[in-house]
C-alpha cells in the first residue's frame, strides 16, 4: 500500500523537472521505514505514474503523506510554484483544507537524518486541534 504514497512524493519531486539527491534521500528514508526495498523506493521514483488513487487511506495515513509532501517540497529550499499547487492538490484529495497545509508548513522538519521523537505527532495532534478533528 506504501508504494502508492512514494509514487506521490516521486511526482511531487518531479515537478520541477529534477528529482535532487536529498529528495531521493529522503524518499529512500520514508520507503525503507515503511518496510520497502530499495528496488521498490526506486521503481515508484522512476515510474511514478499520473493521478493517484488516496481515497483508501485512513486519517493517520492521509496526515502522514500530507507531512511527507510538505518535507519534500521543502527539502532542497527551492520552492516552485509546481511543488506549491501539486501539494495543494494532495492536500484537497486527502481531505485537507488549504488552511492545513499552511498551518503545519513551518514546523516540519526537513532534515533528513535527524529525526525528534513526537515531532511528527505533535504536529498532527496541533492541526487537528485547529481543524476540530
Known amino acids: 500500500m506504501f508504494t502508492k504514497q512514494l509514487k506521490v512524493l516521486a511526482i511531487l519531486a518531479n515537478a520541477d523537472g529534477e528529482v535532487n539527491d536529498m529528495e531521493i534521500q529522503l524518499m529512500e528514508k520514508i520507503g525503507k521505514a515503511n518496510g ?8 515508484a521514483i522512476q515510474s511514478p505514474g499520473n493521478d493517484i488513487e488516496l481515497g483508501d487511506l485512513n486519517e493517520d495515513d ?19 510554484n509546481e511543488e506549491i499547487l501539486y501539494c495543494q492538490n494532495i492536500a484537497a484529495k486527502l481531505g485537507f ?20 521523537p513526537g515531532e511528527k505527532e505533535a504536529i498532527k495532534k496541533k492541526l487537528y486541534k485547529i481543524l476540530n478533528r
Open 36 to 43: 520497502m526495498s530499495l528496488d521498490e523506493i526506486h521503481e
Open 62 to 80: 492521509k496526515f502522514d503523506l500530507l507531512h511527507d509532501v510538505i518535507q519534500l517540497m521543502k527539502i532542497d529550499s527551492k520552492i516552485y
Open 97 to 116: 483544507p488549504l488552511e492545513a497545509v499552511m498551518e503545519i508548513y513551518p514546523h516540519v522538519n526537513t532534515r533528513i537524518n535527524l529525526s525528534v
